[in-house]
């Protein structure tokens, strides 16, 4: 039960891999020793053996009661606050998750907000929530960042009307800094149950932390076989050898391919709920990387569906991206495909044969039309989705990012660029101080 990882179809020579292993050698002990940029945010590296085990076991004790009471659980937060926990609940719950009768899921509805200022979504959101057991956990580190403090604002509101002030405040759970911030000092004054954003994880980096075991567990999910697996990652990937560590590879890889001119990584998968650990890995590599007029743009597509829409310029454009696939090996459950007596649509030659086994001839298919494309090639391959490979997974990721930033020579912790736009919002809306 491993991550798997393969660059042998990538145009990368083994001397190229090679030549770069005294690069990764000085990467490896800049995180190690903590003498790298960013050093203050590198609680996640040992998370799986610091973390405060009396708050984990507070974790899944609320959550089995918010299980058992609420009809809807609204997870309020932004970027990393948000993004990791949505990636883990759409990979690791039923598809339909939200539409599936009560006591098969066993779990309430799980909504998420704060993560636009679009109206309709916050007022189509707000239409739902009529007739039910509503439960809020809002995750922001200060409590100020606009979109889930506009967010929370209209959801405390709602649940004060209908519940109260003071029941609202016993279904109202605040995720933030351990001492200080707007959100905080809101939470000590009005006695919500609080879970501690540490203050050495940054966002994109804190998904096994409460900012995403809270609601993930909520959910129904198994933190413990995560956080296990994340366990597992922490050592396997600590081992500094480049011949052995795959995590390491996959940094070093992708960083090969760029001095190639390939400015473009693009994640692909080829199961629906991916897509959200997409969106998860877009930030995570484009916060930590894109800075100092350097970075590879991280995009993602959903195969095969987008095969159909973004595969001819893979195919055939600009030759200035790779590819690096997540490949299920085995699928938990799967539908055999049947004969039909008029086979209108071809595909009788198909019987007997499941969706599966179509889905990885479609990435085989798809993986040689691509090198015949000359688009070079990485892949990921998980055993099965479950709790325990996915948590190997996020660790992979967050790793080879920290390694890779290194490699690439910038603070792979911070992320200046943020402000710009925040600093311009706030003008045009006409805060004091702007």
């Not at 790298?36 to 405060?52: A, M, Q, S």
């Not at 997870?75 to 539409?99: D, K, M, P």
């Not at 004054?189 to 994880?201: A, H, K, M, Q």
């Not at 039909?340 to 298919?365: M, P, S």
Request: aromatic fraction near 10%; hydrophobic fraction near 35%.
């Amino acid at each position: 039960m491993t991550v798997g990882f393969d660059y042998s179809k990538s145009f990368i020579k083994k001397h190229e891999v090679d030549f770069m292993k005294p690069f990764l050698k000085e990467a490896h002990n800049l995180l190690h020793d903590g003498d790298g940029p960013g050093n203050e945010f590198i609680g996640w590296l040992d998370w799986t053996e610091k973390y405060d085990r009396q708050e984990y076991e507070k974790i899944k004790t609320v959550a089995a009661g918010i299980r058992q009471k609420a009809d809807v659980f609204i997870v309020v937060g932004i970027g990393g606050s948000y993004l990791g926990a949505r990636a883990a609940f759409e990979a690791l719950t039923h598809t339909f998750h939200n539409l599936l009768p009560r006591e098969e899921r066993q779990a309430p509805q799980i909504y998420f907000a704060g993560n636009n200022m679009s109206p309709k979504y916050m007022t189509d959101l707000m239409e739902t929530l009529e007739d039910k057991e509503v439960y809020v956990n809002v995750i922001s580190k200060s409590g100020t960042t606009t979109e889930p403090a506009i967010a929370f604002r209209i959801l405390k509101s709602h649940l004060e009307d209908k519940y109260g002030k003071e029941e609202a405040r016993n279904r109202i759970f605040a995720t933030t800094d351990g001492s200080k911030g707007a959100l905080k000092t809101l939470a000590t004054n009005e006695g919500y149950e609080t879970f501690v954003i540490p203050d050495d994880i940054g966002g994109r980096y804190s998904v096994l932390t409460p900012v995403g075991l809270l609601p993930l567990s909520v959910a129904g999910i198994d933190i413990d076989q995560l956080m296990e697996g994340a366990h597992e990652a922490a050592i396997q990937y600590g081992n500094p050898n480049l011949d052995e560590n795959r995590c390491y590879q996959y940094a070093v890889t992708r960083q090969i391919l760029h001095k190639r001119g390939k400015d473009i990584e693009i994640l692909v998968n080829y199961e629906p709920g991916l897509q959200y650990l997409g969106e998860w890995w877009k930030q995570l590599y484009g916060e930590s990387e894109g800075k100092d007029g350097k970075g590879v743009f991280p995009a993602s597509v959903n195969f095969t569906a987008d095969l159909h829409s973004m595969g001819q310029l893979i195919q055939d454009g600009k030759r200035n991206i790779f590819e690096t696939s997540i490949v299920i090996e085995n699928a938990e459950r799967d539908l055999e495909i049947s004969h039909d007596e008029e086979n209108l649509d071809g595909l009788n030659y198909l019987q007997g044969k499941t969706i599966g086994h179509v889905n990885r001839k479609a990435f085989e298919g798809t993986l040689l039309a691509h090198l015949e494309g000359n688009v070079p090639n990485l892949i990921i391959s998980l055993p099965l989705l479950d709790e325990f490979n996915f948590g190997k997974l996020i660790y992979f990721f967050e790793k080879a990012c920290a390694i890779s930033g290194y490699l690439q020579g910038v603070n792979p912790f911070d992320q200046p660029g943020v402000e710009a736009y925040k600093k311009n919002m706030f003008k045009l809306l006409g805060k004091e101080g702007y």
